[in-house]
């Protein structure tokens, strides 16, 4: 079990530019969720799918967040267009019923 | 609204020295209270899960128990590789599909030889 894929590992941009974080969620998991930290606010909730249809994006800070899942092997966070205050880890994190989530390694995100 | 609260932000023990972390909750209708542990670089690593009230679960120096309104991680003659940001979560709300969790911000734990 190769675990939960996140790439980039670090992404480094510039202000107005697009950002897009992948991640490949453990194979037979059903749900899929984006948290995002920092040191401030610690993992924050952005969204969540269950069987690749978004339940709950309450936690999206803004319209430049979007979030897609397009089969149950592969989702996207897109960022456009970056800020300075989207610096953060990024984390994609999959689960099946009663399980608990299992987190990827996150991405780096810093924008300048 | 759900929330969650760790205490104390950081902790410093002397190898052996054993200590409790606190986490105090707020939830209409716990469906589970969850004990991670993360390290500098990674991604949460699970460890518990709780779900009712005098529940307790043990792995190695570490053991989770939960009451009404706050769980404690009782660390037991701790070793320098016990050092890391322990984070606690609820998953609440009416059962079905949803799976969420709400995380405290953690305690960081250093554990010094």
């Known amino acids: 079990d190769a675990g939960v894929i996140q790439s980039p590992r670090h992404e480094v941009t510039e202000m107005g530019q697009e950002v897009t974080l992948r991640c490949k969620p453990i194979?037979?998991?059903?749900?899929l969720f984006w948290y995002r930290q920092t040191m401030m606010r610690g993992l924050e909730l952005l969204i969540y799918?269950?069987?690749?249809?978004?339940?709950?994006d309450s936690g999206m800070p803004e319209d430049r967040f979007s979030a897609k899942m397009p089969n149950a092997s592969f989702s996207t966070l897109k960022i456009q267009p970056s800020e300075p205050r989207d610096s953060a880890v990024y984390f994609c994190?999959?689960?099946?019923?009663?399980?608990?989530?299992?987190f990827g390694n996150g991405t780096r995100l810093t924008v300048t | 609204e759900d929330q969650v609260t760790q205490s104390p932000e950081a902790l410093r023990l002397q190898e052996g020295e054993s200590s409790s972390l606190n986490c105090s909750y707020t939830?209409?209708?716990?469906?589970?209270l969850f004990w991670y542990r993360q390290d500098p670089g990674k991604g949460p690593e699970f460890l518990f899960t709780?779900?009712?009230a005098g529940e307790e679960k043990e792995k190695e120096r570490l053991k989770a128990t939960l009451t009404k309104k706050e769980s404690f991680l009782h660390i037991t003659a701790p070793k320098p590789e016990d050092s890391a940001t322990y984070l606690c979560?609820?998953?609440?709300?009416?059962?079905?599909?949803?799976?969420?969790?709400?995380f405290g911000t953690g305690t960081l734990l250093a554990v010094q030889p």
């Open positions: 994190a999959s689960s099946s019923p009663g399980s608990p989530l299992h």
């Open positions: 799918f269950n069987n690749n249809v978004p339940i709950d």
């Open positions: 709780l779900y009712s």
């Open positions: 194979s037979g998991h059903n749900s």
């Open positions: 979560a609820v998953r609440g709300g009416p059962g079905g599909a949803t799976n969420k969790l709400i």
């Open positions: 939830v209409s209708g716990l469906r589970g």
